[in-house]
């Protein structure tokens, strides 16, 4: 199983956000949301804090996936 970080793209785009102000509001490396887009693992840390800046819940965020699901660019 692999973490799709999808949802919360679009709910940045929603809210009229950029990765940069997501970043900003939560206090997250520019590498750690590198790694998001990547759809690579991040701690539960990471995530409990940008549910806290957006106000919202884990599953707004991302969702698991199977593993060999396959993601285009613009989802990745």
């Known amino acids: 199983m692999a973490a799709s ?3 919360l793209w679009k709910l940045l785009i929603d809210k009229d956000m ?3 102000d997501l ?3 939560t206090g997250l490396s ?3 949301i590198a790694k998001m887009t990547k759809n690579e693992p ?3 840390e990471v995530i409990i804090k940008i549910c806290h800046a957006l106000e919202c819940d884990i599953g ?3 969702e698991i996936v199977p593993d060999g699901t ?3 660019k613009a989802e990745n």
């Open 5 to 7: 970080y999808k949802k």
């Open 42 to 44: 991040v701690s539960t």
């Open 23 to 25: 970043r900003m509001l």
């Open 70 to 72: 396959k993601m285009t």
């Open 60 to 62: 707004d965020v991302m």
């Open 18 to 20: 950029k990765k940069k």
């Open 30 to 32: 520019s590498s750690t």
